[in-house]
């Protein structure tokens, strides 16, 4: 399977430079206020690549996050009532054991 996923990634890398020199022109872009940008093709399109793909992995991240946070609030609350319809006290969080004094204060 690792091997088939290198080729993949080769392939990949191998099409997209085919891609990059075959491409590699300049583009006009019309700013405002008159400016006038000339772009490389294939960078052009990377950063319009990078505006759509970034903000939709950042959103996909952060709805990953609350929901494993719901998920484990959920636990917790299956635990606790599955305890409490059984009877059984649900054990105190543990505390660290406090540090040995040697009687010098």
Request: proline share 8%.
């Given at each position: 399977?690792q091997?088939?996923?290198?080729l993949?990634w080769?392939?990949?890398a191998?099409?997209?430079a085919?891609?990059?020199?075959?491409n590699?022109?300049?583009?006009?872009?019309?700013?405002?206020?008159?400016?006038?940008a000339?772009?490389?093709l294939p960078?052009?399109?990377?950063?319009t690549?990078?505006?759509?793909?970034?903000?939709?992995?950042?959103?996909?991240?952060?709805v990953?996050?609350?929901?494993?946070?719901?998920?484990?609030a959920?636990?917790r609350?299956t635990?606790?009532?599955?305890?409490?319809?059984?009877g059984?006290?649900?054990p105190?969080?543990?505390?660290?054991p406090?540090?040995p004094t040697?009687?010098?204060?």
């Amino acid at each position: 399977m690792q091997f088939l996923k290198i080729l993949f990634w080769s392939l990949l890398a191998f099409v997209a430079a085919v891609f990059t020199f075959g491409n590699w022109t300049n583009v006009t872009i019309q700013l405002f206020g008159g400016l006038v940008a000339e772009v490389n093709l294939p960078l052009l399109l990377l950063v319009t690549f990078l505006l759509g793909f970034v903000p939709t992995l950042i959103y996909q991240h952060w709805v990953r996050f609350r929901l494993r946070q719901r998920l484990t609030a959920a636990e917790r609350a299956t635990e606790s009532a599955l305890a409490a319809v059984r009877g059984i006290e649900t054990p105190p969080p543990s505390t660290p054991p406090a540090a040995p004094t040697n009687g010098a204060e």
